[in-house]
């Protein structure tokens, strides 16, 4: 049983990364720059959301607002720090986007504090539901049905309707799509607000999910998201995904049999650099 | 006459696509050797595997009496197997004259100790400013490679090529994309380097520029050598102009 | 004051060979690295670990040299598998390995890091008169370096990879020395570090120290070595004459590092290149 639960853990888990991981690889597939920043995204979405419910009583309008908030930052990062920078070897933006994440990182420790904030009525946190005999938490439930409704939402977006072929096509060959009348800038200002939202959204997801939002929060999960980007194969967002999931049970099983030698942060890293010495172009492919 | 490079029964696909397909030829030393063929005959392709940057699934390069089939880029270049890149590959951070002293300097960097422990770089500016001279870019040498026209740039890459002192000299299209004038130039220019002890192999599209400068003719199609011999001889023949044409 | 002092330069001694050793790989030879302080760990593990079982200064420090040494060439060997940014990536996940490794370790006091380390035997002023020899040592081997050949090959290797093979240059084999030499020079700080602090702990060589020494190699100027030193006294010392510099050393870092990039992405030394040179 231990065994299963694990699995179901990790899948979870596996599930935050995804909404980390697509938006860093749809960023990189576009413009090849390691959007570390993202981070700083996350953890602001977990704040605007925590700090709105505690002020209103009220989870949804902090969640709407930590969408919208973070959303809105993403283009504003796209806006004035990387649009300046794209003629730039990728060293450049990606030094750039480091100096912001740690900016953020340390705006958020001034204004709200070094030691963390945590809801004040958090009631999906306590109450836990058991199927097929495991014990989630609501949280855990919420996490796994918003990153597969978004994602699925997103993918058909992409697959099935005009505006989303068109900027998939973007990333392929810019040029050409261009000369479909796809405006190429307008695609970059779509994806860095789609992925910023869904960072948002993770970043308040997992604030519910510890019941505790502090300024580092964005640190360890965006790294293990660009792991995750890498093992997927840097801008392929199926591989993506894959990854994602997999590195959610390998980290789940790693704590429990590898807990003697690594900690858990070790783990995703270990599996990372195992599987790019085998694989150098990541689990399924550059996209 | 003796064979210094020969390539035995090579084959390599991409995809599926054969690129050679059981190619044998050899190249005798001092002589000027060119390559053509239609378009997809492998001819590039031949020049990389010589060279080691693609890898053939079968058959065997031999280089001076010794099978370097497996052997890396780097170790060919130091035995003399020169290459000259389709698109020019000129390191856009050195100036001109850099360009060529990195590879006159080859000596020094053959081992990273001794690339530590040297650090005079009289000895490779001077030679790489006579080949520079000698190439006709005498004026240039301060020049970053990004201010040269294509065609001195494409000269760069020989210079470079040369200054390594290679025995044999693999020219992938080095008048690709020159006008006519400076495409004669080049040819003029490549053509000098067999009396200086350097073996030539030029594959070009160009074929006006390789009848007037080669010796001898190999001609690629699919992947094979269709004929090979004396410019005339083998252009007059039947099957040499239908693979070129289509028509007899 | 003069023991303050003496702290003082010990840190900047040690932080400067930590730029100076990055650089090397990054600055010279073009590998990105995220994960330097790894090496800086290694150094100081092992000549913490020595240095408890009794093991004299000299060999402390020799032994953290190499092991960090021999470990970053092993690294290395990833440069060869990935490049660019998937290396980026990679090591910075080494450091994370790093880490992760230490704190579950008893043997090198897990959480709590080492303490108790015996002292140099030099009174504080002398001992960071070493740290200074060692650095003003790495600035001399350092600008040799640049000259010599083998910065004129790691130029080339940094520059493409592809056209260095061309011209006969064994690229794998530079780009592994280029580690080698640059994180056995970690491993040497990490040595020097101990009988500074006496007690080492992991998060001491955490990814925000790698962000830190590749901060002092970025403003100073990627590849330069004079930038590189003035970069590493000033943001050493600019914790020190305020106390709100000192508080918010982290946010001047970060915004550093964006303006710099976002103004002049070849660092001071960049900066005064173009001011010199018309």
Known sequence: MLFVELAVTGLVYGCMYAMMAVGLT????????????????????????????????????????????????????????????????????????????????????????????????????????????????????AMVISSVVLLVGFGLFASLTRAGIGWRATVTDPQMATSFGVDPVRVRYVIFLFGSALAGIAGALVGLLNNYVEPTMGGLVSYKALAIIVLGGLGNVRGTLLASLVLGVVESYGTIYLADVFDRDAIGFLFLIVVLMVRPQGLLGRG | MTVLARIDDLYISFGGVAAANGMSFAVNTGEFLAVIGPNGAGKTTALRMVAGILQPDSGRIIFNDRDVTSLPTHVRARLGLGFTHQVVRPFYSFSTIENVMIAAGHRQTESPWRALAGRSREEARMKAAAILEHIGLGEQIDKSPRALPLGQRKRLEVARAIALEPRLLLLDEPLAGLSSAEAATMADLIRTLPASGITVVLVEHNLGEVLRVADRIVVLDAGKVLAEGAPKEVMARDDVRQAYTGVV | MSAYVASIVSVVGINMILALSLNIITGFCGQVSLGHAAFYGIGAYTAAYLSKLGVALP????????????????????????????????????????????????????????????????????????????????????????????????????????????????????????????????????????????????????????????????????????????????????????????????????????????????????????????
Do not use: C
């Open chain 1, 26 to 141: 749809l960023v990189y597939g576009l413009l090849r720059i390691l959007h570390i920043a993202h981070a700083g995204v996350f953890a602001l979405g977990a704040y605007v959301a925590v700090v709105v419910a505690n002020a209103t009583g009220s989870l949804a309008l902090g969640f709407a607002l930590a969408l919208v908030v973070s959303a809105i930052a993403g283009v504003a990062i796209y806006r004035f720090a990387y649009q300046p920078l794209l003629g730039h070897p990728p060293f450049v933006p990606m030094i750039v986007s480091i100096g912001l994440f740690i900016v953020m990182q340390e705006g958020f420790r001034m204004v709200f504090g070094a030691y963390g904030i945590a809801f004040d009525d958090n009631p999906w946190y306590t109450s836990t539901v058991a199927i097929a005999g495991i014990n989630l938490n609501y949280v855990e439930i």
């Open chain 3, 59 to 278: 060999l402390t420090l020799l032994a953290g040299t190499i092991t960090a040494g021999l470990i970053g060439v092993v690294v290395g060997l990833t440069s060869l598998r990935v490049r660019h940014d998937f290396l980026a990536v990679t090591t910075m996940g080494i450091g994370f390995v790093f880490l992760g490794f230490v704190r579950k370790q008893k043997w090198l006091g897990g959480e709590l890091g080492i303490s108790g380390i015996p002292a140099s035997g030099l009174d504080p002023l002398a001992y960071a008169l070493l740290i200074v020899g060692a650095a003003a040592a790495v600035i001399a081997f350092t600008v040799w370096l640049k000259r010599s050949w083998m910065g004129f090959t790691f130029d080339a290797v940094a520059d493409d990879e592809d056209a260095a093979r061309t011209v006969g240059i064994n690229v794998s084999t530079y780009k592994l020395t280029a580690f080698g030499i640059g994180t056995a020079l970690a491993g040497l700080a990490g040595g020097l570090y101990i009988y500074f602090a006496r007690i080492i702990l992991p998060d001491t060589f955490d990814f925000v120290q790698s962000i830190a020494i590749l901060t002092m190699v970025v403003i100073g100027g990627t590849g330069s070595v004079w930038g590189i030193v003035a970069s590493t006294i000033a943001l050493t010392l600019l914790p020190e004459v305020s106390r709100a510099a000192s508080d918010y050393r982290l946010l001047i870092f970060g915004a550093m590092l964006m303006l710099v990039m976002r103004f002049s992405p070849d660092g001071l030394a960049g900066l005064v290149r173009r001011r010199t040179t018309p």
